[in-house]
């Protein structure tokens, strides 16, 4: 893996940035996700008058020596979440060097944040129909650290069913939290059937679209064989000789954008976060802009 991405530096500043897409989130108590209920941290969020029946442990005794009434002090409520965060390891991920570089470190640096913010992390490898866990789900940075061993391991070969794929996991509970799928999203199957499993099981959503700078804005032109990675992997080679041209380009140009504007309106008409990214973006700004706007919406 392109180790340029990832350094302490950029590890220093991922640790001023905490993961909340939203700010009212259901999980499990802990973390520090403050949503909108009060509960038993020690931060406080704002009073309330006593009624007959209520907790008197709660009652502010202080402002009750000084105005002569019972008052309430409220805490906010934090929750924990638990972050999945699926990689698509079809071949199309993994043909171009910088493009499988980049995939593998954002999913690393999300993983990070969520530690950072006091969540626990599943990481998902997306193959063929199956999702493999990389390891046990992780609740500290040691053991996040300790993953990096296996990133040499990874493959990115085949073809991916991503509703298949990501519904095949076991035991995966129906609670809130949020689930990441970072892919092209060039499969052939539909990723609507993925999200509709996933917020069956309540859960927060972002699709991150990764694709190389040369996917975006294709610097070849003239005679050539194009060869489809994936059906080349599974023996049905699908391939087809042509001359492009200037036209050609901007009709690509063309296809791709109404491609990513109809995966936009159709996350938007779900409720799903859909950021599209290229490689010659620099992490830091997908982190530090990009989900900074999903938080704003």
């Known amino acids: ?27 499990y108590i802990g973390g520090q996700h403050q949503i909108k209920k009060y509960g038993q941290s020690i931060e406080f969020a704002d ?33 924990q979440m638990h ?6 390891c079809s071949s199309s991920m993994g043909l171009l060097v910088t493009k499988k570089d980049y995939a593998l ?15 626990k992390v599943t990481f998902y490898l997306l193959k063929g129909d199956k999702a493999e866990s990389l390891g046990s789900t992780i609740t500290d940075k040691d053991a996040f650290f300790n ?21 095949s996991i076991e035991n995966s509970n129906s609670n809130d939290g949020l689930s990441i799928i970072i ?14 499993f996933l917020q069956y099981q309540k859960k927060q959503i972002l699709l991150l679209q990764v694709l190389d700078e040369e996917e975006i804005n294709p610097s070849f032109s003239g005679k050539y064989h194009l060869l489809d990675s ?39 008409s779900r409720k799903v976060s859909f950021i599209s990214i290229s490689t010659s973006d620099k992490i830091e700004k997908v982190l530090f802009q990009e989900l900074e706007k999903l938080k704003e919406n």
Request: charged share 30%.
């Open 1 to 27: 893996m392109n180790k340029n991405y990832l350094n302490a530096e950029f590890f220093a500043k991922l640790d001023n940035l905490l993961l909340n897409l939203r700010t009212s989130l259901s999980g």
């Open 47 to 79: 009073y309330k008058n006593y009624e007959l029946g209520d907790d008197i442990r709660k009652i502010d005794w202080n402002l009750y020596a000084r105005l002569g009434k019972y008052f309430l002090k409220l805490n906010t409520d934090e929750r």
């Open 83 to 88: 972050v999945q965060i699926f990689l698509d």
């Open 105 to 119: 470190s954002i999913s690393l640096a999300l993983g990070y944040l969520a530690l950072n913010n006091g969540d």
């Open 147 to 167: 993953i990096f061993n296996d990133l040499s391991k990874i493959t990115f070969e085949k073809e991916v069913n991503l509703a298949k794929a990501i519904s």
């Open 183 to 196: 892919s092209d999203f060039f499969q052939e199957s539909g990723y609507i059937e993925a999200i509709n």
């Open 230 to 268: 994936e059906s080349l992997s599974i023996g049905d080679e699908k391939n087809v000789k042509i001359k492009i041209t200037h036209e050609m380009l901007n009709e690509y140009h063309k296809i791709l954008k109404e491609e990513i504007e109809n995966m936009k309106k159709n996350c938007l």
